[in-house]
């Protein structure tokens, strides 16, 4: 694991081009989110564009996860047209993160919604406690799915061997995602420090934590080619 983190590392200090997909979607996500603070006039316009935001969100570690694959003679020339040759994997994948992002999202209102509204506060904390762990178990299931739907010849298999390379390696995959979530952690502390300063300080704290979330993305990748190949 240590030669993971540590090679991980020193392909991104080598090849800084690799944080290029998911710096562009963090700054189209930045200026999104400036546009509709400051232009109330263009409010709906960019509300209509938002899934697209968001899509280019997911796509760009599925970018960055071939490009990784393809390691040292890729090209992003290439990397795109698998990205379109692989246009019903990557829908499968945005239309499961939009399903389990709803779920999580109802359960979490109806949890605040009976904490606020009723006294059955054990309920709501029940909700809380079902809510975090599907979020723990759909994330252990499908961590290795920026790399699998690459890698699947089936649209359906894309889920299978993400969850059966995250069940054979348990361990491994537990210690990535504390890892992840520790990273992503830290990128929203230097986002929260530096977002004081203005717009400038926004934008620069959402580099730092693209920055972050590309080491993670490089790891994913990486990991699943060197245990599943």
């Known amino acids: 694991m240590k030669q993971l983190l540590t090679e991980s590392a020193n392909l991104l200090r080598k090849d800084p081009i690799l944080f290029l997909p998911k710096i562009s979607s963090s700054l189209l996500s930045s200026l999104w989110i400036i546009g509709f603070l400051n232009f109330s006039n263009m409010r709906l316009i960019l509300l209509a564009s938002f899934p697209l935001i968001i899509i280019l969100g997911l796509i760009a570690p599925i970018l960055l996860a071939d490009l990784v694959k393809n390691y040292p003679n890729y090209a992003f020339s290439q990397s795109l047209k698998t990205l379109l040759t692989s246009w019903k994997e990557i829908t ?69 061997y993400s969850a059966k390379t995250s069940l054979s390696y348990k361990k491994e995959v537990l210690l990535l995602m504390i890892i992840s979530i520790t990273l992503l952690l830290l990128g929203l502390l230097g986002q929260g420090v530096v977002e004081g300063i203005g717009y400038i300080g926004f934008i620069f704290s959402r580099v730092i934590s693209a920055a972050f979330s590309t080491y993670i993305f490089t790891l994913i990748p990486r990991f699943y080619l060197e245990k599943e190949r």
Do not use: C, D, G
Not at 123 to 133: A, D, E, N, Q
């Open 92 to 160: 499968f994948f945005i239309l499961l993160i939009f399903s389990l992002s709803f779920i999580l999202s109802i359960l979490t209102l109806s949890s605040l919604y009976i904490h606020i509204y009723t006294e059955m506060i054990i309920l709501s904390i029940i909700l809380i406690f079902v809510t975090f762990l599907i979020a723990i178990l759909s994330s252990f299931l499908i961590y290795f799915m920026p790399i699998t739907l690459l890698e699947a010849e089936k649209t359906v298999n894309t889920f299978i």
